[in-house]
């Protein structure tokens, strides 16, 4: 039987951008890089999303106003 190496653990950080100067890969929801403490674009904040959301129900409803 062989032994399989299966990682007990997965990794809880989500990283899903790099850094757009030194290509460090961005924990989600920081302002700053890790490696080189340059600021991370707005897509990498979690505050960015949650305007999104609240922007897009604004609208909808000034929408759903102006169509009465
Ligand atoms: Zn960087």
Do not use: E
């Amino acid at each position: 039987m062989p032994d399989l190496h299966i990682p007990s653990q997965r990794p809880r950080t989500r990283r899903l951008f790099r850094c757009a100067l030194c290509g460090h890969r961005l924990r989600f929801g920081s302002s700053q890089c890790g490696a080189c403490w340059s600021r991370t674009p707005l897509y990498n904040r979690v505050g960015f999303y949650r305007g999104l959301g609240v922007g897009l129900v604004v609208l909808t409803a000034l929408g759903f106003l102006m169509s009465l």
